[in-house]
Structures are given as structure tokens and as C-alpha cells.
């Protein structure tokens, strides 16, 4: 049992250029997150799935898109790199909201120059 | 809006010692309350959570959180920290009732550090 799995660990950008984050699963999980973890600034819910096939923004969605075509897999996905977008990325997953406590991955620590 | 306030960035304790992080919110109605501690690199490892009833919460690894609905605070405790205590943690808070919305709001988070 893995729990909660990402991939990169780490990742270096240019401006401009793409790239996908994944987030793996194995604990049947309907309820999916992606994170930003900025110094002094906690963690910032980026996007969110509540099943397969849904997404929903959460409060800095801004220049990142994501899809959960697989209840198991929830992919972050970055258009067009900018450096205000350097941060720790993680996944997290959920049994359901409200009383439920989140299980995170191990995180993604992304560089744009 | 809801949100969660940790007043010091940084917890020195001596090992041994009894450790306190600190954590008040405000939420509309009622809150669901959780702490998660983060160790250099890894992810955030929930450690417990109140949700109704008693209002001390015991969790993982010998921690405690006190509910005090007056305060609004939902202080972490441990009557003995130790060196592997130290690490990052977070407090969060989500509102009971659904019309507040199902946003989970993190803390700036504390740093704890134990020194032996």
C-alpha cells in the first residue's frame, strides 16, 4: 500500500515551456488536491476533484489546468512555466470532505528560471 | 472567510520539555479542526483532528489538542517533546456547515525545534 505517490520529485523549467504533474492513488480515494507550499504561506489549494471525471479550482488556480480521467490518478498540468510558479507541489487525497483527514504525497519541488 | 492564525513562526523547546505550538481560527458556525506535521522533505502526515465531543483530541506520537470553542484556539501539545519532534506544523480548520464551503484553510505553519 503506497498511499498517495507523485512523479517528478523534482523538475527545472524554462519560461514558457510545459509539463505535467502526476498524482497516484492506491486507497480508493474519491476526493483528490493539488497543493502549492510557498515560505510562510501554508498550503494553497490549487484544484480539487470530488470523483472521476470532475475538477473544480480552488483559490490560485490561475495558469494551471488538471484532469481526473482515472479515480486513481489526478494530473496537474502547467501551459506556459512562469517563475511565480516555483513552489512545492503536492498531492493530497481524501475518503470524503468535511470530518476527513487528507493523506499527502511526497511532493514535487518545480524551479521555472 | 475563514482563516487560521499561528503566532510564532518558530518553537524552541528543550528535550524533555513540555511543547506547545499555538493556533486560533475563525470559521462561520461550527469547525472541523486538524493538525499535520511535515518533516524536511516529505509530505504533511495527519496527527489528529476534533470533529464533536470531548474537547481534548489525542493523536499520533504522544500529541494532544485542546478545543476551546471561546478562544477559538485548538492548541498542540506534548507533555514531553523530544528531538525527533522537530519539524514543521500546520494547523487547518474547515467550516461544519456546507454553506461555508468545503475549503480546508492551512496555517502559515510553526516550526518546533527540540534541542537536546
Known amino acids: 500500500n503506497a498511499g498517495v505517490t507523485q512523479t517528478p520529485k523534482f523538475r527545472v523549467l524554462k519560461t514558457g515551456q510545459s509539463m505535467t504533474l502526476l498524482c497516484a492513488q492506491d486507497m480508493n480515494h474519491e476526493y483528490m488536491y493539488w497543493y502549492r507550499q510557498d515560505p510562510g504561506m501554508g498550503l494553497r489549494l490549487i484544484h480539487y476533484?470530488?470523483?472521476?471525471?470532475?475538477?473544480a479550482k480552488g483559490e490560485v488556480p490561475d495558469g494551471y489546468n488538471v484532469s481526473r480521467l482515472k479515480k486513481q490518478n489526478f494530473l496537474l498540468g502547467l501551459e506556459s512555466a512562469a517563475p511565480s510558479q516555483t513552489s512545492v507541489y503536492f498531492c493530497?487525497?481524501?475518503?470524503?470532505?468535511?470530518?476527513?483527514?487528507?493523506?499527502f504525497g511526497p511532493g514535487t519541488r518545480l524551479t521555472v528560471t | 472567510a475563514q482563516s487560521v492564525a499561528q503566532p510564532e513562526d518558530q518553537v524552541n523547546v528543550a528535550e524533555g520539555n513540555p511543547l506547545t505550538v499555538k493556533c486560533t481560527y475563525s470559521?462561520?458556525?461550527?469547525?472541523?479542526l486538524f493538525w499535520y506535521v511535515q518533516y524536511p522533505n516529505r509530505g504533511l502526515q495527519f496527527l489528529l483532528k476534533?470533529?464533536?465531543?470531548?474537547?481534548l483530541v489525542k493523536g499520533s506520537y504522544g500529541f494532544e489538542a485542546e478545543f476551546n470553542k471561546s478562544q477559538t484556539s485548538f492548541h498542540l501539545k506534548k507533555p514531553s517533546a523530544l528531538v525527533s519532534d522537530s519539524a514543521l506544523y500546520f494547523c487547518a480548520v474547515r467550516a461544519v456547515i456546507k454553506a461555508a464551503g468545503n475549503k480546508l484553510t492551512f496555517g502559515g505553519g510553526t516550526r518546533v525545534l527540540v534541542k537536546p
Open positions: 493530497a487525497s481524501s475518503l470524503g470532505l468535511a470530518a476527513y483527514e487528507q493523506y
Open positions: 476533484s470530488v470523483g472521476e471525471g470532475t475538477t
Open positions: 476534533y470533529i464533536t465531543g470531548d474537547n
Open positions: 470559521v462561520s458556525g461550527n469547525p472541523y
